[in-house]
């Protein structure tokens, strides 16, 4: 049985929601999950989260308290991919990597959102794959994979087939951390290398490439961990 972590970016977040978008998406779940496969999604903060973190920016609040936000958010987002799900989904959303372990002792999908201030929901699906010894961690995104620079700036950019931790967090590193924002996240990176999962960055607004990458397939970006 292949066990697979799953971070879903804000393309499947929009506001408001859209109920029929996360229903298709469940169905790719639902699929792999009656094929034997161990599920854990991690819903990010979407368009919801960005609009309170601004807002709560305007306001002079500190990061942490917009973190916080976007947590709560994320939360509200796995509600509704959990309610896609139906009884597949587990009853209740893990707060922790205690609660996370736990709730994947039973045979249901886990959905899941963030998990602790300064930590991305992608660096929260790393820390997923690693309590979970997960053969393999998607991060499915609104880009097609890891490139050289940002692809939206600059149409020059290249992009890699396969990518080391160790060169990716180079490219991490030239990023900002700021609540809300989607950058390469060198605490991600670092996770994926520690635990050695097997990790993909792909376009998940192709629902076909999460399926792909769940069975081992070329699609997005392979992640390497550094041995």
């Known amino acids: 049985m292949v066990n697979l972590v799953v971070k879903l970016g804000h393309f499947l977040f929009p506001y408001p929601p859209k109920p029929k978008a996360l229903k298709g998406y469940a169905k790719i779940f639902e699929a792999l999950h009656s094929e ?3 599920l854990v999604l991690v819903a990010g903060g979407g368009m919801a989260s960005r609009g309170y973190i601004e807002a709560l920016r305007r306001l002079h609040a500190d990061e ?3 973190d916080e936000a976007g ?6 987002n796995a509600r509704l991919m959990a309610a896609a799900l139906g009884d597949l989904a587990y009853p209740a959303v893990p707060r922790s990597l205690e609660e996370l372990r736990a709730y994947s ?4 999908i886990v959905v899941m959102g963030g998990l602790t201030p300064g930590h991305s929901t992608a660096a929260v699906g790393a ?19 890891i490139y050289s620079e940002d692809p939206k700036a600059d149409p020059k950019a290249r992009k890699f087939e396969e990518i080391t ?3 990716l967090l180079e ?7 700021w609540a809300g924002t989607y950058q390469l996240d060198p605490l991600a990176v670092k996770i994926i290398e520690r ?3 097997t990790a993909y960055f792909l376009d998940g607004r192709r629902k076909e490439n999460i399926m792909k990458a769940s069975l081992g397939g070329k699609v997005g970006t392979k992640i390497i961990p550094r041995s």
Do not use: Q
């Open 105 to 108: 002792r039973h045979d249901r």
């Open 64 to 66: 942490t308290v917009c």
């Open 127 to 145: 820390l997923a794959a690693e309590a979970l010894n997960a053969d393999i961690y998607i991060i499915a995104t609104d880009v097609d994979g």
């Open 36 to 38: 034997g496969c161990g």
């Open 171 to 177: 490219l991490a590193l030239k990023g900002k951390l």
């Open 195 to 197: 635990s050695g999962v």
């Open 165 to 167: 931790t160790e060169k």
């Open 71 to 76: 947590i709560s958010v994320s939360r509200l």
